[in-house]
């Protein structure tokens, strides 16, 4: 077996040494790196600035059209959906309201059963409401919410009216375009 020069174990322990030295700072940079790009992650990743209610239609037939929606408001919140279209005398109601309950995963889900004597309309329009006012939600869901609804107007919610005796509601809407088009 041939000897390594000392010269030469120099020059091998030298690159091992400035290997090692230049992983370390690059490691060092790399958790770093990481560590702040996890901080920009959070600064990017808001949180709902206040309570918000969203629908959409999942299905639509001639007697009934199916409703879905997401809310951060407390698991067995109950919203209130309805059928209806906007003329120039105002909301024509195409079904009465139907309840949906948050589920513990934020999503809610509905069959609203069309008024017999209802023609769907093309612009057909689901109105979802949350409110304290229009029926009793349950206990945990007033505890976060309160007993009028005030808690869910503090961040000037877009989605929050005030109605009759100062209660505060939930309102928002969504194009259901279930009936006829009106260039058919």
Not at 106 to 112: D, L, Q, V
Not at 122 to 129: D, K, P, S, Y
């Amino acid at each position: 077996m041939k000897a390594i020069s000392r010269s030469r174990l120099i020059y091998l322990c030298g690159i091992v040494l400035l290997s090692g030295i230049v992983l370390g700072w690059w490691s060092q940079n790399l958790q770093s790196a990481s560590g702040q790009l996890a901080q920009k992650m959070k600064q990017t990743l808001l949180p709902a600035p206040t309570f918000y209610l969203v629908a959409d239609k999942a299905g639509c037939w001639s007697d009934e059209v199916e409703a879905r929606g997401a809310s951060n408001l407390p698991a067995g919140a109950i919203i209130d959906l309805r059928l209806a279209d906007f003329h120039d005398d105002g909301w024509v109601d195409y079904s009465d309201v139907v309840n949906a309950t948050v589920g513990k995963d934020g999503f809610f889900a509905a069959k609203i059963p069309v008024k017999q004597e209802a023609s769907l309309p093309h612009n057909l329009i689901i109105t979802a409401t949350f409110g304290t006012v229009y029926h009793h939600q349950p206990q945990n869901v007033l505890k976060v919410v309160g007993s009028h609804g005030q808690n869910l107007d503090d961040l000037n919610n877009p989605q929050a009216y005030t109605v009759s005796g100062f209660n505060t509601i939930l309102q928002t809407i969504a194009r259901a375009a279930c009936g006829p088009s009106h260039t058919e």
